[in-house]
C-alpha cells in the first residue's frame, strides 16, 4: 500500500521560502513519477510541479511556479521535497504529494492513483 505524508507547511509572509517534504512508503515497482498539486478554498485541484523518479530528472512545472518551486527528490530516502521561493498570497493552498505510473511528469490531477493528506501553506501580504 502507497503511503505519502506530507510536511513542511506553515504561514509565512510574501516574498517568503518554504521548503515541502513528502515521504513515500509501500511503492510498487510501477511508480516513475512524483508530484506536487495545490488546492485553493473554491478552487480546482491544480499541478504544481511534477519530477520522473530515475537516474537523470525530468520536471514539469505550472507557469504560475517556474523560476519560483524547485521539485527535487532523494532516491535513497524516498523522500520528495518543494522547495518554494518568493512567495505570494495567491500562492496560499492545501498542497498535496502525488505518485503514478507515468513516464513523463505530468500535471494533471486525474493521472495520478496516489495522493498523501496534505500540508497547508498560507502566505499573508
Known amino acids: 500500500q502507497v503511503q505519502l505524508v506530507e510536511s513542511g507547511g506553515g504561514s509565512v509572509q510574501a516574498g517568503g521560502s518554504l521548503r515541502l517534504s513528502c515521504a513515500g512508503s509501500?511503492?510498487?515497482?510501477?511508480?516513475?513519477?512524483m508530484a506536487w498539486f495545490r488546492q485553493a478554498p473554491g478552487k480546482e485541484r491544480e499541478g504544481v510541479a511534477a519530477?520522473?523518479?530515475?537516474?537523470?530528472?525530468?520536471?514539469a512545472y505550472a507557469d504560475s511556479v517556474k523560476g519560483r518551486f524547485t521539485i527535487s527528490k532523494d532516491n535513497a530516502k524516498n523522500i520528495l521535497y518543494l522547495q518554494m521561493t518568493s512567495l505570494k498570497p495567491e500562492d496560499t493552498a492545501m498542497y498535496y504529494c502525488?505518485?503514478?505510473?507515468?513516464?513523463?511528469?505530468?500535471?494533471?490531477?486525474?493521472?495520478?492513483?496516489?495522493w498523501g493528506q496534505g500540508t497547508q501553506v498560507t502566505v499573508s501580504s
Open positions: 502525488a505518485s503514478s505510473g507515468r513516464v513523463v511528469p505530468g500535471l494533471a490531477a486525474s493521472d495520478y492513483p496516489y
Open positions: 509501500g511503492y510498487p515497482g510501477s511508480i516513475n513519477c
Open positions: 519530477i520522473i523518479m530515475g537516474v537523470y530528472d525530468r520536471t
